[in-house]
């Protein structure tokens, strides 16, 4: 069956350290890959977006890598502040799948001072 | 301005009431969606819309049935809502999923549904 995993656990890290945030995946062959941002009580917002034949991709602190051997994507924030504390939500679409665009479950990510 | 606006935002109803949730979009997109967010915080799609026209409908229950008056609105009517529905309804919309932006997901802010 297909999946999409992300570290259910919370991430807890020091301000201005880097964050590096997993998304994997089974069983999917993803057009593009995209990754939001769920504050407590708010919808998700997009982040970045990053197609099946690219590597990475930056916006600002943000760093996303699409491996599709391994059929992972990092996501990374450098120079981590406390107003980047949420949770992260990837999400996939696969190839031929429309507009149908499957989230993961997301994890969510502490910086603290 | 509000994007994707909802409403109401939150919803207290007892069992075997039916009720609606309204959604309205001002990003001139042509698709819409229904999502459902679990207490688990899973994202689920329920609907989806294009021009009004139903294309995506996951395992629902047809107690819930979308409508879609015009391609800026869709509003999910629940019948006869159980316990279990209680969740968090998000609407949202995108462009055209084979333009340059993919299909980004413009969220609402959310319609948290609790039946007692």
């Known amino acids: 069956s297909q999946k999409i995993e992300q570290n259910s656990e919370a991430l807890n890290i020091q301000e201005g350290k880097t964050a590096t945030l997993t998304c994997n995946y089974t069983?999917?062959?993803?057009?593009?890959l995209q990754w939001y941002r769920q504050d407590p009580g708010r919808g998700p917002v997009f982040l970045l977006l990053?197609?099946?034949?690219?590597k990475e991709k930056r916006k600002e602190r943000l760093k996303v890598t699409f491996d599709t051997t391994l059929k992972q994507s990092l996501f990374h924030i450098t120079a981590s502040q406390p107003a980047d504390s949420a949770t992260y939500l990837c999400?996939?679409?696969?190839?031929?799948?429309?507009?149908?665009?499957?989230f993961g479950t997301g994890t969510q990510l502490k910086v603290e001072l | 301005d509000t994007a994707v606006s909802q409403t109401p935002k939150y919803l207290v109803t007892q069992m075997g009431n039916d009720k609606s949730i309204k959604c309205e979009q001002n990003?001139?997109?042509?698709?819409m969606y229904w999502y459902k967010q679990d207490s688990k915080k899973f994202l689920k799609i329920m609907f989806s819309?294009?021009?009004?026209?139903?294309?995506i409908n996951e395992t629902v229950p047809n107690r819930f049935s979308p409508k879609s008056p015009d391609k800026a609105h869709l509003n999910l009517h629940i019948n006869s809502l159980e316990l279990g529905d209680s969740a968090v309804y998000f609407c949202?919309?995108?462009?055209?999923?084979?333009?340059?932006?993919?299909?980004?997901?413009?969220f609402g802010e959310g319609s948290w549904l609790t039946v007692v």
């Open positions: 990053i197609r099946e034949n690219e």
């Open positions: 990003l001139g997109h042509d698709t």
């Open positions: 819309y294009n021009n009004k026209e139903l294309i």
């Open positions: 999400a996939l679409n696969r190839r031929g799948g429309g507009n149908k665009l499957t």
């Open positions: 069983n999917y062959s993803p057009a593009y």
């Open positions: 949202a919309s995108s462009q055209d999923p084979a333009g340059p932006h993919g299909n980004t997901i413009y």
